[in-house]
């Protein structure tokens, strides 16, 4: 029996089509795996469910009955349920209040909270999500609080729960933890659909399979009958080669720190006593569950933060100068985490943000800017990285991501940096833009550069690092010889459980 | 009826757009008129003739013109580098009393110097006294537009004391108003009998003075920068709160000759009133310029032609200046309105 049926969904944006003709369906009890690159319509898919937008053509049938468009309120009475990749909890709350929040009628005077209490007990423990119903939400950990959004969405009866890449946020042990209620779920009758690009998980949980790609459906296939070398084809369109790794005899350190500790600001955790050593020709990789200190390391390798204590040597030398123009100039290529809002400003023109870091090293005398040689640069650039645009004077923000990777590739590797720190380099882009990134990565590194790559994706720091360490609660752990460890001992470290002493360290 | 996000904005648009609000503005003000019982027809009639109609007309709106494009430009910097200055009606009295301060008999130079040293003066006592809300918002991160904003009453509540009190002119027969400027301050007017003085040229080139620095220069490129995106600016290694003080000394320092330019220019001495609020139609100029500085002359003429138009239709038809306001304000909404427009379209239909 069909839960939830997609007709003929379509839906562009301007000259962009988003949704091509999609139909797919979800049946009773079914965990259905929706897979597809970034921009490939699956988020615009589910926000035309949730009402956010309305499709340009099509309908959703929900038990039969028709969904009406453009309604969140439609959709959320018809017991559909989503859990967002970012939460949507207000934090100054208890895990009650925001499961009750919105649930409740304006006109009444005194909340149900007695009654709320015992159902959220009743959900905890049928599905084995054990949860304080009076913590504060701002005080639990990430895991917890995708319980939180998990428990709320059921406790709007809905029956139709949707996961949007639940697990980028988890250790692989919470993952774990995760897919066992998932199951527990779908065995008391829930339909659930699971949105990621990770294939290891998806041939895990799934039933069966969906594939989309440029807004179309491109595949489906049943679990059992499928591999992940096919679903990695039918994602990309194409055979995949990412770059292969290769040990170079490691040269001088490029960067030392020594017992530096950095105080936590707003938001952020500390750092404490952290020991690391990156020579020439090695890639480090850092892992960890976001939230955990690597926000506060890079910004110190980046020159934006001085740390309270310790010792920071870059190429032999202490320093005592924190700036990013400093460290630009004396050969360091930053890759920062948020690449769109961070990396580049989108409201300048592309030459201008290729001057970025080096505005002032860059123009005459220090004070004009040498927009000639600026804008000759830039087109040099955008030919030799291949980043597709209307030219230097476009505006930045109409690039996709994947090409804003590329001028800040271009940008930073361009000048045979020493030291590369690059924060998740490859996070949310497609297969073509992860390959061309750490391609690039790989190529500096045999250049001679020594390079700290944090990602949260374990399967990329296997694969290309030389050295793997891990931090945690603002320590780091290791590191340790990349043949040395396992993604198990790495997945329990990142989540605590496991101290580093147990590991033989180098 | 939806609304969708352009993916790029065709330039003819951004220029027609502020003579489009102009016409809506007209438009819609030609209701209000007739209700005040008057043809629109005549009383625009009357209000162009009255700001562009003959020698004197365009000389009194250039004139009216002059403080606007210095409190404009000071805006405009200021909120390149979303830094919301709203206290340029402050720092143009601070201005004036500086002018005053050293112009009415302190020291005595020959004109050449005299004057260049009152609009520094001017511009020097400007940027002092936006130095105390930069300082809180830096350090402190106090809110720059509740700051600058009630500073305005302080600054003009001294300046009463002052013309109460010590600076009385005992010439004036009771007015509380300053000492003249010595002859060799004050700005001589460049055309024979007008008001219009050597203050406009000091505008016109600050306004391409400022123009320059932000298209060609490391500051422009990091005041923009900073504006657009203070994360960014960061990582590039932008001090943000270097900007700041860079832009609010800018800032503060062109309303502070916006008071030097009235002072020494207009009226010749220091009252209170000076300015009928040059300092928050500026910020009505900046928007108005899309904060562009070459637009923020071209804005503040307008601006000023239209108080002016107004003031003389007032004069000949029986219809009260504040259509002039109405007109302005209007101009204003639909230059926001149209500024959505440039960055989104409205779709008819589904």
């Known amino acids: ?506 | 009826m939806r609304i969708k996000t352009r993916r790029n904005t065709p330039v003819w648009l951004i220029a027609v757009l502020p003579l489009l609000s102009i016409g809506v503005a007209f438009i819609i003000g030609a209701f209000f008129i007739l209700w005040a019982g008057e043809s629109p027809i005549r009383a625009y009639l009357a209000l162009i003739k009255g700001s562009l109609g003959s020698t004197f007309a365009i000389t009194e709106s250039l004139s009216r013109a002059t403080p606007l494009i210095f409190t404009g430009l000071a805006a405009a910097v200021a909120f390149r580098a979303k830094f919301w200055n709203i206290g340029a009606e402050g720092q143009l009295y601070c201005g004036a009393m500086a002018a005053t301060l050293i112009g009415t008999g302190m020291i005595d130079l020959p004109a050449p110097i005299m004057i260049p040293m009152l609009f520094i003066a001017g511009a020097i006592a400007g940027c002092l006294i936006l130095l105390v809300p930069v300082v809180l918002k830096t350090h402190m991160k106090v809110d720059e537009v509740v700051t600058t904003l009630l500073l305005n009453f302080v600054i003009l509540l001294f300046v009463n004391m002052l013309l109460e009190g010590p600076w009385k002119d005992p010439m004036a027969m009771g007015w509380p108003q300053a000492a003249r400027i010595i002859d060799n301050g004050v700005l001589p007017t460049i055309v024979a009998k007008s008001r219009l003085h050597l203050g406009i040229i000091v505008a016109l080139l600050m306004s391409i003075l400022m123009w320059a620095i932000l298209r060609f220069t490391v500051w422009g490129y990091e005041i923009r920068a900073v504006g657009h995106n203070q994360q960014a600016s960061t990582f590039y290694g932008i001090s943000i709160n270097k900007s700041v003080l860079m832009v609010a000394l800018f800032s503060g320092g062109l309303a502070g000759m916006a008071g030097v330019s009235e002072v020494a220019g207009l009226k010749g001495y220091l009252t209170l009133t000076l300015s009928p609020g040059f300092g928050y139609t500026g910020i009505a100029v900046a928007m108005l310029a899309q904060l562009h500085p070459i637009g923020v002359i071209i804005s503040a003429i307008f601006l000023a032609a239209i108080y002016v138009g107004a003031d003389a239709m007032s004069r000949t038809i029986d219809i009260p200046n504040y259509i002039a306001d109405i007109l302005v304000a209007i101009s204003l909404l639909s230059v926001l309105v149209g500024a959505m427009l440039t960055r989104y379209r409205i779709v008819w239909g589904k």
């Open chain 1, 1 to 506: 029996m069909k839960k939830l049926q997609f007709s003929e969904i379509c839906k562009s944006f301007g000259s962009v089509v988003a949704n091509d003709n999609i139909s797919l369906s979800l049946g009773e009890g079914e965990i259905l795996s929706l897979l597809g690159e970034n921009g490939a319509g699956k988020t615009t898919l589910m926000n035309i469910l949730f009402g956010h937008y309305v499709s340009d053509n099509g309908f959703i049938e929900v038990g039969g009955q028709k969904l009406t468009p453009g309604s969140t309120k439609a959709s959320l009475d018809a017991g559909i349920g989503m859990v967002h990749q970012h939460f949507t909890l207000a934090d100054n709350l208890t895990v009650l209040e925001n499961i009750i929040l919105g649930t409740e009628p304006l006109t009444r005077l005194w909340s149900q909270k007695k009654q709320a209490y015992k159902k959220l007990q009743e959900l905890s423990k049928r599905f084995g999500l054990v949860i304080n119903p009076d913590a504060r939400v701002a005080d639990l950990t990430v895991g917890e609080k995708q319980r939180v959004e998990i428990i709320k969405a059921l406790y709007r009866d809905a029956s139709i729960l949707i996961l949007d890449e639940p697990t980028a946020v988890l250790t692989p042990q919470e993952s774990e933890q995760l897919f066992k209620v998932l199951k527990e779920m779908v065995k008391a009758g829930l339909s659930i659909m699971f949105i990621s690009h990770k294939l290891n998980e998806i041939l895990e949980i799934s039933d069966r399979i969906i594939v989309l790609r440029h807004g179309k459906v491109v595949g489906e296939v049943a679990t059992k009958n499928a591999s992940k070398e096919s679903l990695a084809e039918m994602m990309v369109g194409r055979k995949v080669t990412r770059p292969a790794y290769k040990k170079l005899k490691k040269g001088k350190a490029v960067v030392e720190l020594n017992d530096v500790c950095l105080k936590a600001s707003e938001g952020s955790t500390s750092l404490n006593n952290i020991h690391l050593k990156i020579h020439e020709k090695e890639i480090i990789g850092l892992a960890g569950v976001a939230g955990n200190g690597q926000a506060g390391l890079a910004s110190i390798l980046q020159g934006l933060a001085s740390p309270s204590s310790g010792d920071f040597r870059l190429f032999g030398e202490s320093l005592n100068k924190y700036n990013p123009t400093f460290l630009t100039e004396s050969g360091v290529a930053r890759i920062p985490e948020d690449r769109s809002k961070e990396g580049v400003i989108g409201e300048m023109e592309i030459w201008e943000n290729f001057l970025g870091e080096e505005l002032r090293t860059k123009s005459k005398s220090g004070f004009f800017i040498d927009k000639k040689q600026a804008v000759s640069n830039a087109e040099k650039l955008i030919q030799e990285y291949d980043i597709r645009c209307e030219g230097p004077f476009a505006s930045t923000r109409l690039l996709s991501g994947g090409n804003i990777q590329k001028l800040i590739l271009a940008r930073s590797l361009s000048n045979n940096p020493r030291f590369i720190i690059a924060n998740k380099p490859a996070r949310g882009l497609d297969e073509g833009a992860i390959s061309f990134v750490q391609q690039q990565i790989v190529n500096a590194k045999s250049k001679g550069a020594g390079v700290l790559l944090i990602s949260e994706d374990l399967d990329e720091i296997f694969e290309l690092s030389d050295r793997i360490a891990v931090i945690f609660g603002g320590r780091i752990h290791g590191p340790f010889d990349s043949n040395k460890v396992n993604k198990n001992q790495v997945g329990l470290m990142m989540s605590g459980e496991m101290k580093s002493d147990s590991i033989y360290e180098n």
